[in-house]
Each structure stands twice: as structure tokens, then as C-alpha cells.
């Protein structure tokens, strides 16, 4: 950048007033400090910084964002600045766009998405500023906790939709961490006390995630178990008997590819009558989310092995085919040497039935 890093302003209300997009950091005193012009130009592209010269004995620095209170910094020392300064780069309640998802999920914090209604992407500040007094309370209460945003929701409506099932508005959508796959649905009522009690439930456990699921099948005709996310805990890790789990998408080339394969392992199984031993199942990674932690995808597809009445998923990542897949489960399978017998008890009634077939044929 060229230019001072530190510009002059006459007021504190000319810098408010001379401000742009970027919070604003003000120095009020005769001269700057070493430190103060030290911050400013490593942290320019982040703020604007002013300086106001007043005969005060004692400077100040105040960090401000737009239309919020400015934050008084304590300790002027550089590392005292660069802590305020990181402290407050974020606003208590900014917009969430492709300039600053990137702070936010580096954030540390959790993550609260406001989403509300909108006529147009024009109307979105004017959307925000409808409940700005809520969340700056909130955002105050919870300021080492959750990062509160708006977002555009016309915009990126699919998007919103298609990340956390938001179908009505005003919602809250919460994540416990930014970038966390868990996430919680708020459509109370938009008043701080309600808020704040919902969000110190997704905390400290007492509220459950919000999971997208399809509808429950009414049977199980496919030779592949039908999981969806309501189930999945119940599906995928049962205590009797070992599943091998796909996390497909309808429009995944690699899962066209595989699904006869895996449909054809699951066949023999039955054939095999080994259906209480061990079970293959499925489930539409775009439609259901996981309430498992240990169960997550990033591309498609994606499978996992779960031992009978273990709580540890394993990633499966042997062949793609039946005859692999098949010879993987063998020897990996939580009692591989029971399920060989009963393979072999299988093949050998099948032999003697096959054996007798004939003789009464020869009859």
C-alpha cells in the first residue's frame, strides 16, 4: 500500500465520517508512539488508523467498528496494541461474505449465522439493522464464545438451504466451532434472553444438533440397508453384528460405479445367510447430516467399517470391488474366524443339498 499508514484527522468525528469499510483505530494525543506507527503499518490491509492530536497528557487508542461503541486499548505497548487490535478485528455483529469468511473461520470461536428475511440483496444491511441491538447484546455476553454475522440470504439462499436446511425465516444457525459439520437451528423468538438460553444449551449439551434427514423408508426391500440421518446411530452402529457404511451422492460417478459392486456383496450375504453376523448399508451424504463425530465426509464416496458394539468407525479403504470387498470383510470382521465357519457350514450344506438334488434326479 502506498502512503502514510497513519492518517491525520482533526476530530474523532472526522475519522468516524472519513471511515470506510475497515474498523478504524485512533490515536488522540500530541504526537504517535514507535509502537502505534509500528501496529499501523503491519496491520493497514485489516484498519484505517488516525491520528488526532490533542494536548492530552496521557494518549488513548480506541478501536471502532461501524456503527458500534469504540473499544478503549489498555496497554499501548506493541504487543499490547496487536492484542487489542486482534482482539477487535471482528465486529460484534458483521456481515459474512467471501471478503471475511476467512477471519471467521479462523476465528476460534463458534459461529453464529443470521439469516433473515430480505427483499432484495439491496435490503441486507437494512435486514441486519433490525436486529443488530439483539445481537450486539448477545455478541457482548458471548464475546469469547460465538463470532455473530448476517448473511446475504438471497444470495446465497441454495447455499443456506443446502448447508443447514433453513426453510423459514428469521433463523439462527449455530456451529460450536467455525466450520464444524454439527450445527443447531434457532427460529424462537429473536430476543436476547431467549437467544442466550438456546445458545449456552448448544454448549453445554443440553440442546441437540440439528440434523437434515430424509424421511425414514417404511420397508428395507434393497439388498442395501437404507440409512438416513435420523437412523444412523441406530443403523450403523448396532451391537450384534459388524456394517460396512456408504456416504453416496446420486450424481457421484465413483458411487454409479460402485453401487452394483457393493449391491452384489450385499446379495451374497443374504445368500450366504450371514445377515445376523454382518450388514452393508448406505446413505445420500447430500440429503442427511451425521450426528456421529466420527462419521464424516468431505467427497463422495466415502465408507466406513463398524465392528458389532464398537464405537470407533474404521475408513475402509480397500478394493472397490465385490470380490475385494468382500475378501476385505473376511479378514477384518470383528470375529473373522466365527464367520468363516458359518461361510464354510454354508457351502458345505449348499454341497449337500446340491448332492442329494442330484441323486433324486439319477432317481
Given at each position: 500500500m ?14 468516524e465520517e ?8 485512533v ?10 506507527e509500528?501496529?499501523?503499518s503491519?496491520k493497514?490491509s485489516?484498519?484505517?488508523?488516525y491520528?488526532?492530536?490533542t ?10 467498528h ?7 486499548c ?11 487490535l486482534d ?29 433473515f ?8 444491511e437494512?435486514?441486519a439493522?433490525?436486529?443488530?441491538p ?12 460465538f ?11 441454495r ?6 436446511g ?16 454439527m450445527?443447531?437451528l ?14 449456552n ?8 444438533p ?11 426391500d ?5 440409512v ?15 456394517v460396512l ?12 460405479k ?16 450371514v ?6 448399508a ?9 450426528p ?16 458389532a458394539g ?6 475402509y ?19 473373522p474366524?466365527?464367520?468363516k ?8 450344506a449348499?454341497?449337500?443339498e446340491?448332492t ?8
Open positions: 502506498t502512503g502514510p499508514a497513519v492518517k491525520e484527522a482533526s476530530s474523532r468525528k472526522e475519522a472519513a471511515a470506510g469499510t475497515k474498523p478504524i483505530c490515536y488522540e494525543g500530541a504526537k504517535t508512539s514507535t509502537d502505534f509500528e501496529i499501523a503491519r493497514r485489516d484498519f484505517t488508523f491520528h488526532v492530536a494536548d492530552a497528557e496521557k494518549p488513548t487508542v480506541t478501536v471502532q461501524k456503527g458500534e461503541e469504540p473499544v478503549v489498555d496497554d499501548l505497548t506493541f504487543d499490547g496494541l496487536k492484542k487489542c482482539d477487535n478485528e471482528l465486529p460484534l455483529f458483521g456481515v459474512l461474505d467471501g471478503e471475511s469468511y476467512g477471519k471467521y473461520m479462523s476465528s476460534g470461536k463458534g459461529l453464529v449465522w443470521g439469516c428475511e430480505q427483499e432484495s440483496s439491496d435490503d441486507l437494512r435486514a439493522d433490525e436486529y443488530r439483539v445481537m450486539n447484546e448477545l455478541a457482548k455476553e458471548f464475546k469469547d464464545k463470532a455473530f454475522t448476517y448473511i446475504d440470504t438471497v444470495q446465497f439462499k447455499a443456506i438451504e443446502g448447508m443447514f433453513v426453510t423459514e425465516l428469521p433463523t439462527l444457525a449455530v456451529n460450536k466451532k467455525a466450520g464444524d459439520k450445527k443447531y434457532y427460529t424462537g423468538e429473536m430476543t436476547a434472553p431467549k437467544i442466550a438460553e438456546f445458545l444449551g448448544v454448549l453445554d449439551g443440553s440442546v441437540e440439528t440434523l437434515k434427514s430424509e424421511p425414514v423408508p417404511s420397508s428395507q434393497e439388498p442395501v440397508h437404507v438416513v440421518g435420523s437412523t444412523l446411530k441406530e443403523d450403523v452402529f448396532p451391537a450384534d453384528k459388524d457404511f456408504e456416504i453416496y451422492a446420486p450424481w457421484c460417478g465413483h458411487c454409479k460402485l453401487a452394483p459392486e457393493y449391491e452384489r456383496v450385499a446379495k451374497e450375504v443374504a445368500e450366504e445367510g445377515e445376523d453376523m454382518l450388514m452393508l448406505k446413505m445420500d451424504g447430500t440429503a442427511n447430516d451425521s456421529v463425530e466420527s462419521i464424516s465426509w468431505e467427497g463422495f464416496p466415502t465408507l466406513y467399517y463398524v465392528k464398537e464405537s470407533e468407525p474404521v475408513k479403504d480397500g478394493p472397490r470391488n465385490a470380490k475385494g470387498i468382500w475378501e476385505w470383510i473376511k479378514e477384518h470382521h470383528s470375529d474366524e466365527a464367520l465357519e458359518r461361510l464354510a457350514a454354508h457351502k458345505a449348499k454341497q449337500e446340491e442329494e438334488t442330484e441323486k433324486g434326479e439319477e432317481l
